[in-house]
């Protein structure tokens, strides 16, 4: 089992650019989430998704667009980068079965710089 | 508004010593409380979590103690080892809930 895989690993874009990140998980979870990490910031949500076909937005959504294409895939878009996107991004997955509060296993990460 | 509050930002601990982190939560619908260990170039990892109706859980080295009344929570890491060099991140979330509430971060440092 792969877990959490997360595409690219690095990217640098323009100012005004767009682009997607991808996420994966290969241990048929039912939520993924979104998150940015910034120094001294800890890990803020983006967005998340709770099962197939739901999302919903976190704490710091603007800018940002998902897609949940199916049970595994969960990508996060932005449409014209701005400096202030300059972070770390995770993705992470959890099983979340009913009244259960089950471990979340996040992705290697995606280094994201806007110049 | 900050809704988990974590201290100290960053610390450094001799080995062998104890290393402490304290969280303050405002929620009391909060019902469970992880802790996350995320090394250098990686992603945060599960490392122990807790629910409000025991004071005080412990996994080897590391235990959560709780503090209901005082809505707060706190990691102690005994015999510090160079290896637990990471930052660790309190959370709060509500069972029911899907997602979970990240305190900033605690960078800790042991000394060899």
């Known amino acids: 089992n792969a877990g959490v895989t997360q595409t690219p690993k690095f990217q640098v874009l323009k100012t005004g650019q767009s682009m997607t990140l991808q996420c994966a998980q290969d241990?048929?979870?039912?939520?993924m989430y979104w998150y940015r990490q910034d120094p001294g910031m800890g890990l803020r949500l983006i967005y998340y998704s709770a099962s197939e076909g739901t999302t919903d937005k976190g704490e710091v959504p603007n800018g940002y667009n998902v897609s949940r294409l199916n049970k595994r895939e969960f990508s996060l878009r932005l449409e014209s980068a701005a400096p202030s996107q300059t972070s770390v991004y995770f993705c992470?997955?959890?099983?979340?079965?009913?009244?259960?509060?089950?471990?979340?296993?996040f992705g290697p990460g995606t280094r994201l710089t806007v110049l | 508004q900050q809704q988990v509050k974590q201290s100290p930002q960053s610390l450094i601990v001799q080995k062998g010593g104890i290393s402490i982190i304290n969280c303050a939560y405002e929620?009391?619908?909060?019902?469970?409380f992880p802790w996350y260990q995320q090394f250098p170039g990686k992603g945060p990892a599960l490392l122990i979590a807790?629910?409000?109706?025991?004071s005080e859980k412990k996994e080897g080295r590391f235990t959560i103690s709780f503090n209901k009344s005082a809505k707060q929570f706190s990691l102690h890491i005994m015999d510090s080892q160079p290896g637990d060099s990471a930052t660790y991140f309190c959370a709060a979330g509500i069972i029911r809930d899907d997602k979970i509430i990240f305190g900033k971060g605690t960078r800790l440092h042991i000394l060899p």
């Open positions: 241990m048929n979870h039912n939520s």
């Open positions: 929620n009391t619908a909060f019902d469970y």
């Open positions: 992470a997955s959890s099983e979340n079965r009913a009244g259960v509060r089950d471990e979340q296993f």
């Open positions: 807790i629910r409000p109706d025991v």
